[in-house]
């Protein structure tokens, strides 16, 4: 049975670095796009970062040059190191796992809260 499991939240103050860890198990890592979304209250689950096996990586705007996605397919881990850290990036950020030939995720861990604030 597929699990993603995501670790690394918490309060960090305004500038501020995290990073997230989602350990995969139940699935063939190296045949899904691994990714990182993110939901903040009343407001729909949004795209934050994805990474192929191949190492490509694609972001969202609002990320890009703060944060970096990375995966280590020994560990079957995908991580999110997030930097510069604004309060707008407070959110319940989600892994995913998506099968290479899939439009949509297959998987999602149960989220883990990232809350910036002073």
């Known amino acids: 049975q597929a699990q993603l499991v995501e670790s690394g939240g918490g309060l960090v103050q305004p500038g501020g670095s995290l990073r997230l860890s989602c350990k995969a198990s139940?699935?063939?890592?190296?045949?899904?796009?691994m990714g990182w979304y993110r939901q903040a209250p009343g407001k729909q689950r949004d795209l934050v970062a994805t990474?192929?096996?191949?190492?490509?990586?694609n972001y969202a705007d609002s990320v890009k040059g703060r944060f970096t996605i990375s995966r280590d397919n020994a560990k079957n881990t995908v991580y999110l190191q997030m930097n510069s850290l604004k309060p707008e990036d407070t959110a319940v950020y989600f892994c995913?796992?998506?099968?290479?030939?899939?439009?949509?995720?297959?998987?999602w861990g149960q989220g883990t809260q990232v809350t910036v604030s002073s």
């Open positions: 990474i192929s096996n191949g190492g490509t990586t």
């Open positions: 139940g699935i063939m890592f190296s045949m899904y796009v």
């Open positions: 995913s796992a998506r099968f290479i030939s899939q439009g949509t995720p297959n998987y």
